[in-house]
């Protein structure tokens, strides 16, 4: 079945500093890419996606590749701000088969910023 | 565009008793899905609904089962809770697949005692 791998962390890191989570999946299929994030007592927020070989995801200074070749999608930016202290996850889906309509989770990297 | 919308925020409930959670998905989306987050198993799929139909579900006890009406709003139910039923259970929309992405809501903290 589907399987998400990243760094468990946690990642702590000062203010400006350059942040790499790593991201490995097994899938069947061709499936979609995510990156959520989760702050202290909320719910995930969607951070950026990509839906095929070679896009690359965007927002709020992240960035993410679909590498297919090597079934990546490392999360990085260029400068961590306190701001984004959270648990980010990496996850995937897949419209085919057993894996409809669902996401499938990594486990979670909580990331600190120190200032 | 108000989000997704989950009532109640916080539960405590007893072992053996049974509880309703709900979900309103955005205006206009039509799947819903429901995930259970604990420290020990992260983030793991419950089931998913289209117009009233489950399309999936995943791997829990028959405890847990949902419904979607045809306003798109959902439940889930849990009966003859357990200790290890005690989690953040987090309702999710989307327009029609998950490649669209999935809009969370902010969950309910279910606490079993």
């Known amino acids: 079945g589907d399987s998400v791998t990243q760094m468990e962390g946690p990642v702590t890191l000062s203010e400006e500093a350059f942040l790499t989570i790593n991201c490995t999946y097994t899938a069947t299929g061709y499936p979609s890419l995510f990156w959520y994030v989760q702050y202290p007592g909320e719910g995930l927020q969607l951070l950026l996606k990509a839906t095929k070989a070679d896009d690359k995801g965007s927002n709020k200074g992240f960035e993410a590749t679909y590498r297919k070749e090597t079934t990546s999608f490392h999360l990085e930016k260029g400068s961590v701000q306190v701001s984004d202290s959270a648990v980010y996850f990496c996850a995937l889906s897949e419209d085919s088969g057993g894996s409809n309509y669902k996401l499938t989770f990594g486990k979670g990297t909580l990331l600190t910023v120190n200032p | 565009k108000a989000g997704v919308t989950q009532t109640p925020r916080y539960l405590i409930k007893t072992r053996g008793q049974q509880v309703t959670l709900s979900c309103s998905p955005i205006?206009?989306?039509?799947?819903v899905s429901w995930y259970q987050q604990t420290p020990g198993q992260g983030l793991q799929f419950l089931f998913e609904?289209?117009?009233?139909?489950?399309?999936n579900k995943g791997n829990f006890p028959g405890r847990f089962s949902g419904r979607q009406f045809s306003n798109s709003r959902s439940e889930m139910n849990v009966s003859t809770l357990e200790l290890g039923d005690s989690a953040l259970y987090l309702c999710?929309?989307?327009?029609?697949?998950?490649?669209?992405?999935?809009?969370f809501g902010s969950g309910t903290r279910l606490t079993v005692v």
């Open positions: 205006s206009g989306h039509r799947s």
């Open positions: 999710a929309s989307s327009l029609v697949l998950a490649g669209y992405g999935y809009t």
């Open positions: 609904y289209f117009s009233e139909t489950q399309r």
